[in-house]
């Protein structure tokens, strides 16, 4: 057994609390104590130092290589593996270009089209037919995934406390959904913002299949512009935005919010969070989210405080959120071919471990999914009991 081999496995041996199998060049090692509970192939041994630099982008790019294999159910071993991610090593030093990137608009357009202008055509494979790249809500044990997205719109528009006539803006509005389901319910008036061009086209695209023309309207601009639209708003919403906005924006991104809301009005902000302030795992970063980072609920709540944003309301849909993910990857796996087909091989993998790794670590508690409901200073005029 060669060196490598050995100070491979001897550093993989922090990783007990769950015990499982490891292959490599025929030769079977235990990890832990008592029956594995999952096994894996190693074709090619990761180097220790990569792995002290970042634990997490090396058994990714090994995964994503086929130099390391899950024998069996991915989602499975990652349930098993990533709630040790505390045990995860990240020199900050060496990977501080990739984890603490520029905030400049200019940047964090580029950053968010990299993910979200991929392709329609690549999204429409797995998503449902809402295309709703966020957390669903399942009423019932049974719910379908495009249940579970309109589900969660109704939900998120019953918080908002909608009126005919109302004014809404939708901050990373998507390909719509909400945008559209509350014109046609509540006959509101709505804005929608992104910075995807493929987004904005689907969006508008809908909008004239609705005949919603005269109701919504949507435009290609970053948050801190609103000011600038010399408007305001009944209520806002944002959905799976906030993850983008960056550690060190966020009292600015609320400052924009209450800025165009007006006196009294709701703001639901839903958005994947987290217990501590993490700077965000380095793979995640390279290669699927550059520039994310997942906000503390104590930070948002903190900033939310001192501008006056009183926080009425608050749920976690961190299982949720695992159920949605599970769902989204057994659509990817049965369009898989032709995830290939249009990139290759090396990325289906990336995305599969990208989306059944999310699924883990929603399971696991590593991270969550909050929906707060904010009123721009104080509002006597809701109802005093949970509306929704």
Same mark, same amino acid.
């Given at each position: 057994m060669?060196?490598?081999e050995?100070?491979f496995?001897?550093? !993989?041996?922090?990783f007990d #609390? ?8 025929g030769?079977?090692?235990?990890i ?14 990761? *180097?220790?130092v990569? &792995? ?7 058994l990714?790019?090994?995964y !994503? ?5 899950i024998e ?5 071993a =990652? ?5 040790q991610?505390?045990k995860? *090593?990240t020199?900050q030093n060496?990977?501080k270009?990739?984890?603490?990137t520029s $905030?400049s608009?200019k940047?964090?357009?580029k950053?968010v *089209? ?9 999204y %429409?494979?797995?998503l449902d037919e809402? !295309? %709703?790249?966020?957390?669903?809500y399942?009423?019932k ?5 495009y ?8 939900h998120?528009?019953?918080k908002m406390? =909608? ?5 809404i =803006?939708d ?10 389901e509350a014109?046609?319910k509540?006959?509101v008036?709505? $804005?929608g ?5 493929e987004?904005?086209?689907?969006f508008?695209?809908?909008?004239k299949?609705?005949g919603?023309?005269?109701?919504l309207?949507?435009?290609l601009m ?6 600038k639209?010399d408007?305001?708003?009944?209520s806002i ?15 600015e ?5 209450k800025?165009? $809301?007006v ?10 969070? %987290? ?10 970063k ?5 520039g994310?980072?997942i906000p ?6 903190s ?8 926080t009425i309301?608050v749920? *976690?849909?961190?299982?949720h959120y ?11 796996q049965?369009?898989r071919?032709?995830?290939?087909a &249009?990139?290759? #091989? ?11 790794s ?10 969550? =999914? ?5 009123t721009?200073?104080?509002n006597n #005029?809701?109802? &005093?009991?949970?509306?929704?």
């Open positions: 060669g060196l490598i050995n100070e496995i001897k550093f !993989m041996q922090k #609390e769950h015990p499982f199998e490891m292959t490599i060049n030769n079977k090692h235990m832990g104590e008592g029956d594995p509970t999952f096994s894996i192939k190693v074709n090619r041994v990761p *180097s220790v990569d &792995m002290l630099t970042s634990t997490s982008i090396t990714g790019e090994a !994503m290589n086929g130099d390391i294999e069996g159910d991915l989602y499975k =990652l349930n098993m593996f990533l709630g991610m505390g995860f *090593s020199d060496k990977l270009k990739l984890i603490f $905030l608009k940047n964090q357009q950053e *089209s990299s993910h979200y202008d991929i392709g329609n055509d690549f %429409s494979l797995w809402t !295309m %709703s790249y966020s957390c669903g399942f009423k044990e049974d719910d379908t995934l249940q579970a997205q309109v589900n969660k719109v109704h998120l528009l019953d406390h =909608l009126k005919e006539g109302m004014t =803006l901050i990373g509005c998507g390909w719509g959904f909400l945008l559209i014109a046609k509540y006959k008036k709505g $804005l913002i992104t910075l995807s061009h987004q904005k086209a689907k508008e695209q809908k909008i299949e609705e919603l023309e005269d109701y309207e949507v435009e970053d948050y801190r512009d609103l000011l639209t408007r305001t708003f009944d919403v944002s959905v799976g935005m906030l993850e983008h906005v960056g550690r060190g924006n966020y009292a991104y609320l400052q924009c919010v800025s165009v $809301l006196p009294g009005g709701i703001f639901v902000l839903h958005f994947i969070s %987290s217990l501590k302030e993490y700077p965000g795992d380095a793979w995640i390279k290669y699927i989210f550059p994310g980072v503390s609920l104590r930070e948002i709540i900033d939310a405080g001192d501008l006056r944003l009183y309301d749920e *976690s849909l961190r299982r695992n159920k949605t993910l599970l769902y989204w990857n057994a659509n990817f049965a369009h071919d032709e995830v290939v &249009m990139f290759d #091989e090396r990325f289906a993998r990336m995305w599969e471990l990208y989306l059944c999310c699924a883990a670590t929603f399971w696991n508690g590593v991270i969550d =999914l909050h929906q707060i409901i904010f721009n200073d104080v #005029e809701l109802p &005093m009991t949970r509306w929704y």
